[in-house]
C-alpha cells in the first residue's frame, strides 16, 4: 500500500468530511467552468498560455538576464539562488543588515517549499502570514492542504474555536463575515509593526522589469506598502517575455483558479518608492534540472492556479495531507517526484488516469500523462511496489498464453463456490468495503464462439 | 467490411454476453465479422500500474491475431485506447505496415464515425443514465470533456437517438471519473470506492433504470458497488442496449 493510499483510507472514513471536502472543491470547478463559458476564446487562450511558456523556457537564460537588467534599471535589486539554502541565506542576509525583526508575507509556494519561515523564526524574525488562509493555518501550526485555499479542509465552526482561542472572539461565533473581520482587526497591528515585507511573484515581466502579485485580499499591497524593505522570491520560471503575455495569463489565473473574471487584486511593482528598497531574488532549487528533463519540463509551465486540485476526483475525496509532498493533487505528485522520487513516489498511485486535471490545466500541462509517466519509471528507479509487481507479473503470466488465461478463468469459477468471507477479504485486493467482487460468466465468450461458430 | 472482433479479457470471462452483442450488432450492420480465437488481454492493466514494457508479448500477440483484417473493432473504450496510444511505443519495429493501433475503434465510435447506419431497429423502452467514461471521453473523444470550451456533442447520445423508447439522460457531474481505473481501484480502494459510491449515487439521481457506457470496466466496478449495496439500477453495456430487438 502506498503512503498516499494509506492516509486517504483514513479521510475516506470520516464520511461527512468527506463529502463536504469533495463538495467545497467541485463548487469552485463548477465556478471555473462558469466562467470559462463566458470565454468564447477560451481555448485559444490555453494555447497561447502553453506556447507563451514553452518559448519562454526555452531562451530561460535570456529572459531572465532581460529581467535583471530592466528591474535593476528600475531601482530595484536582483539576486540569484541556486537552492533553497542560498534563498534562505539571501532573505536572512537581507532581514539583518536592514536591521529587521518583523516580516509580513503574503502567501508564497516557494517560501513553503524552501521552509524558510522555521528558517527565519530560528533566528529570531517573527514572520506573520497575512493571507487570511495562510494566518488561519499558521496559528493551528498546520501546513497549508491547497495551493490557493490553504485552510479548505478546516471547518469555520474549527476556525470559530481558533479566533476564539488566539483573538477572543464571540464563543461559538463561527459567521465567516464576523471571523474575517476579527482577523483584519488583529492583523491590523501586524502590518504597522512589520519592519520587512515579504511577497511571491506571480508573474516577471522581462520587458519592462515589473513584478505581477496577484491576490483577493490586498495583502500584499497592505504588507509593501508599511514596510520600508520588500523581499519578493520568485521561482525561474515565473520570467514572462512581455505585458501581452501578462494579458494572456491574467485572463486565465483567476478564472482557473476560483472561478473570478480576474484576481481583485494584481499588483505591478516596477520601482521603489523613495526612501524604499525591493529585493528579488530568483531561485532555482532544481528547476534547471527539470528543465532538462523531456518528459517532464511542462511542469514548469504552472501558474499554480490550483485547477488541477479542485477538478481531481482523488485529491477531492483523500484531501491535501493524505499526499507526502507539501502540495497535493495531479499538480504535487508531479512535482513531489522531480523533487525526489524516492522520498516521494508514494503519491503517484493517487490517480485514476481520468485525465481532467490535463484538460483543466490553463497551461495545457499534461499532467495526468506525467504521472502515468512517473508509474513507468519507478520500476527502472527500484521503487516499484514489490506486491504490485508481483501482482503485474503475475497478471502477465496468466495473460500470457491462452491454456494459461483460459483455465485461470476455469479456476477462478471454482473459487466463486468458496464462501465469500474467504473471497472477499483482505487478500484479495479487488474486494473492499462497499464493493462486491464480479462473477465470472459460466462460459467464456471465447469458449461460446469455438461451440457456436466453428461447428 | 472485413471486421475483427476485440475481445478484452474481462469481457471474455465475465462479460461474454456483450461479445455477443458486439457480435450481432456488427453483423446487423452489414459488417462481415470474425473473431481470431484465443485473445487474451491488450495489456492495459500492468501499464496502467507502471510495467508498460511487460505489455510487449501481449501487444505482438495482438498485433499478428488482427494482422489481416481492416478493422479492429471491440467494445472498451479504454483499450482501445490503451491500443492506440500505447502500441507505437511497444511495436517500434512493426511501423512499416499498419499495425493494429491503426487499425482498432470502440464499436460505438466505429459505429458513428464508420458504419453510420441510418436506423438500428432497436427498442429499449427504459430510462438509462449515460456513463461518461474518462477515456472515452478524454483520450478517444465519444463527447466533448466538460472541462473544455467545446461544443456539446456526444456519440453515444447520438446513436442511442436511434434507439426507440428510450430515455437518455446525464448525470450531474457527467463526466466525473467512476474510480475504477485498473490497478488504482485495488492500491487506493478506499477513495477507488468512494468515487464509486458517489458516481452511482448521481446516476440514480436521475431516476433511471440503467446506466449505460462503452467501457465495460467502468460498468463493472459500479455494478460491484450496486450489487454490495443492492442499489435499485444495474448496468447495461451500450452494446446490448443498441442490439436489443424491437
Ligand atoms: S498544473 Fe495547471 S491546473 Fe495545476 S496549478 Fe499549475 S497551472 Fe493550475
Redesign the interface.
Known amino acids: ?2 503512503t ?2 494509506k492516509a ?2 483514513r479521510f ?2 470520516d464520511a461527512e468530511r ?1 463529502a463536504w471536502h ?1 463538495q467545497a472543491l ?1 463548487a469552485v470547478r463548477e465556478k471555473r ?1 462558469r466562467m ?2 463566458t ?2 476564446e ?2 485559444d487562450l490555453r494555447r497561447m498560455a502553453s506556447e507563451i511558456k514553452l518559448h519562454t523556457l526555452s531562451r530561460l537564460g535570456d529572459y531572465l538576464c532581460e529581467f535583471e537588467r530592466n528591474a535593476t534599471a528600475n531601482g530595484m535589486q536582483v539576486h540569484w539562488a541556486a537552492d533553497a539554502a542560498e534563498m534562505n541565506e539571501t532573505v536572512w542576509e537581507l532581514i539583518r543588515r536592514h536591521g529587521g525583526r518583523r516580516l509580513i508575507k503574503s502567501k508564497s509556494m516557494l517560501a513553503e517549499e524552501c521552509g524558510m519561515t522555521p528558517y527565519l523564526e530560528a533566528r529570531g524574525v517573527e514572520t506573520v502570514e497575512s493571507d487570511l488562509g495562510e494566518r488561519i493555518m499558521q496559528l493551528l501550526h498546520m501546513p497549508p492542504s491547497h495551493i490557493v485555499l490553504p485552510a479548505i479542509a478546516v471547518r469555520r465552526e474549527e476556525v470559530g474555536a481558533l479566533f476564539e482561542r488566539e483573538m477572543g472572539t464571540e464563543p461559538g461565533n463561527s459567521d465567516p463575515t464576523y471571523l474575517t473581520h476579527a482577523a483584519r482587526r488583529a492583523l491590523r497591528p501586524k502590518f504597522l509593526e512589520a519592519d520587512v515585507s515579504m511577497t511571491g511573484v506571480n508573474f516577471a515581466v522581462a520587458s519592462t522589469g515589473a513584478l505581477a502579485v496577484c491576490t483577493n485580499e490586498g495583502n500584499a499591497d497592505m504588507g509593501t506598502s508599511f514596510a520600508n524593505l520588500h523581499i519578493a522570491i520568485m521561482g525561474i520560471e515565473k520570467v514572462i517575455p512581455d505585458m501581452e503575455a501578462l494579458g494572456v495569463f491574467t485572463r486565465l489565473l483567476a478564472r482557473s483558479g476560483t472561478g473570478q473574471p480576474v484576481t481583485t487584486y494584481t499588483s505591478l511593482y516596477r520601482r521603489p518608492a523613495p526612501g524604499c528598497e525591493i529585493h528579488v531574488i530568483l531561485v532555482d532549487n532544481g528547476r534547471s534540472e527539470w528543465l532538462a528533463d523531456e518528459a517532464h519540463r511542462n511542469m514548469l509551465k504552472c501558474l499554480r492556479c490550483g485547477a488541477c486540485m479542485n ?1 481531481c ?2 485529491y477531492r ?2 484531501g491535501g495531507y493524505s499526499y507526502s509532498y507539501f502540495i497535493p493533487g495531479p499538480l504535487g505528485i508531479n512535482l513531489g517526484m522531480l523533487r525526489s522520487p524516492k522520498r516521494y513516489h508514494g503519491n ?9 486535471c ?3 490545466c490553463p497551461a495545457m500541462i499534461d499532467l495526468g500523462e506525467q504521472i ?1 509517466e512517473w ?5 527502472r528507479l527500484g521503487l ?2 514489490p506486491m ?2 508481483a ?3 503475475g ?2 503470466f ?5 491454456r494459461r ?2 483455465g485461470g ?1 476455469a479456476l ?1 469459477r471454482l473459487a466463486e463456490k468458496l464462501p465469500r468471507a474467504v473471497l472477499e477479504n483482505g487478500l484479495n ?2 474486494s ?10 459460466p ?4 469458449a ?3 461451440k457456436e ?1 466453428k461447428k | 467490411m472485413k471486421v475483427g472482433l476485440f475481445i478484452p479479457c474481462y469481457i471474455n470471462a465475465v462479460y461474454p454476453e456483450v461479445g455477443r452483442a458486439s457480435y450481432e450488432l456488427l453483423q446487423r450492420v452489414g459488417c462481415e465479422v470474425d473473431y481470431p480465437l484465443d485473445q487474451t488481454c491488450c495489456g492495459q492493466p500492468m501499464a496502467n500500474a507502471g510495467f508498460e514494457k511487460d505489455a510487449r508479448a501481449l501487444a505482438e500477440h495482438m498485433n499478428e491475431l488482427f494482422a489481416r483484417y481492416d478493422y479492429v473493432v471491440g467494445p472498451s473504450a479504454s483499450c482501445v485506447v490503451f491500443v492506440r496510444e500505447g502500441y507505437p511505443r511497444l511495436l517500434p519495429d512493426y511501423r512499416e505496415h499498419a499495425c493494429v493501433d491503426a487499425r482498432i475503434w470502440e464499436i460505438c465510435e466505429f459505429l458513428h464515425d464508420v458504419v453510420r447506419p441510418a436506423r438500428l431497429d432497436a427498442r429499449f423502452p427504459h430510462r438509462v443514465s449515460l456513463h461518461n467514461s474518462c477515456h472515452g471521453v478524454r483520450h478517444m473523444g465519444l463527447s466533448s470533456p466538460s472541462e473544455r470550451q467545446i461544443p456539446y456533442q456526444s456519440k453515444l447520445r447520438d446513436l442511442l437517438s436511434l434507439v426507440e423508447g428510450i430515455d437518455v439522460v446525464e448525470p450531474e457531474r457527467r463526466d466525473e471519473c467512476c474510480g475504477f481505473g485498473g490497478m488504482f481501484s485495488v492500491e487506493e480502494n478506499a477513495v477507488s470506492v468512494a468515487m464509486g459510491r458517489a458516481k452511482v449515487g448521481r446516476h440514480m439521481d436521475t431516476g433511471a433504470e440503467y446506466i449505460t457506457g462503452a467501457d465495460a470496466s467502468c460498468l463493472m466496478h459500479m455494478q460491484g458497488i450496486i450489487t454490495r449495496e443492492k442499489l435499485p439500477i444495474r448496468t447495461i453495456h451500450m452494446v446490448e442496449i443498441l442490439n436489443s430487438r424491437s
Open positions: 500500500m502506498s498516499h493510499s486517504a483510507k475516506v472514513a468527506l469533495d467541485y467552468d470559462m463559458a470565454v468564447p477560451w481555448e477538478t476526483p482523488v475525496r483523500s503517484v498511485s493517487a490517480c485514476s488516469l481520468c485525465y481532467s490535463s484538460n483543466v502515468y508509474r513507468q519509471r519507478l520500476d516499484a511496489d504490485k509487481k501482482a503485474v507479473k497478471m502477465d496468466v495473460m500470457g498464453g491462452r488465461f483460459y478463468i477462478g485486493p479487488w473492499a468495503p462497499g464493493r462486491a467482487m464480479p462473477p465470472f460468466a462460459r467464456s465468450f471465447n461460446w464462439w469455438k461458430m
